[in-house]
Nanobody, 127 residues
């Protein structure tokens, strides 16, 4: 059973920084592309950042320059650092994993690219 568990969400003030983590367990065919998405009510899940098997990061234009995606050496923990937080960053953040080694096409396909999802962690940014 594959499990992705996000943590690190909470309530923060705008301008601050936050680091989200995603711990993976169970069997995932490796190598794999992993990513972060976010979602607000009544809107589609939005792609944020992805990282492939060789550690190459990719970012959505909407957050480029403010977020950093990374993995630890054993590739079981995925992180997302968000700086200069804005109220518009308020959302539920999800991590996702795909069987694909590389992340080519993930921005175009969006959530359909990924087979495994966590339950999400809520981030609320206030003025």
């Amino acid at each position: 059973q594959v499990q992705l568990v996000e943590s690190g969400g909470g309530s923060v003030q705008s301008g601050g920084s936050l680091r989200l983590s995603c711990t993976t367990s169970g069997y995932i065919v490796t190598p794999k592309c992993m990513a972060w998405f976010r979602q607000v009510p009544q809107k589609q899940r939005e792609a944020i950042a992805a990282i492939d098997d060789v550690g190459k990061p990719q970012y959505a234009e909407s957050v480029k320059g403010r977020v950093t995606i990374s993995q630890d050496n054993d590739r079981n923990t995925l992180s997302l650092q968000i700086d200069s937080l804005k109220v518009d960053d308020t959302a539920t953040y999800y991590c996702a994993a795909a069987h694909s080694r590389y992340c080519n096409g993930w921005l175009v396909e969006g959530s359909r690219f990924f087979q495994y999802w966590g339950q999400g962690t809520q981030l609320t940014v206030s003025e």
